[in-house]
């Protein structure tokens, strides 16, 4: 009658283990020359990444959605651009090769839209 329990426990252990965002994102997990933001401070919980160089403007992933906190544009060359809105409201510059692990309270939990070409 035990070895039901164990097996319970197990794969409730498993389970959680599988819809648990990981912990430890990170900067490292920005992929070469992508804009990357992220849902807390020090780049840190939900990530959502873009290429570079693309003047169309969409929206974040849905779980990013009014929650970036922190950013990397590992971009050499291509200045980014976040918006309030779609394409409108307040905006925010990410320049090329920079990074801030702790947006403002008066910018983070704003950005839904964004671009990886030409800044703001
Ligand atoms: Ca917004
Ligand atoms: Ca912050």
């Not at 401070?41 to 992933?61: E, H, M, Q």
Request: hydrophobic share 35%.
């Amino acid at each position: 009658m035990r070895l039901p329990v164990v097996l319970g426990t197990v794969m409730l252990t498993v389970t959680a283990a599988l819809t648990v965002t990981p912990a430890h994102a990170a900067l490292a997990d920005c992929p070469n020359t992508s804009m990357c933001i992220w849902a807390n401070n020090d780049f840190g919980a939900a990530l959502d990444s873009r290429k570079s160089g693309l003047a169309v403007i969409l929206p974040v992933s849905t779980r990013l959605d009014n929650k970036m906190d922190s950013w990397r544009n590992d971009s050499p060359s291509y200045d980014s651009c976040g918006y309030d809105g779609h394409g409108s409201g307040d905006t925010q510059e990410w320049k090329a090769s920079s990074q801030d692990n702790n947006v403002s309270v008066l910018n983070s939990d704003e950005v839904s839209s964004w671009r990886t070409l030409g800044g703001c």
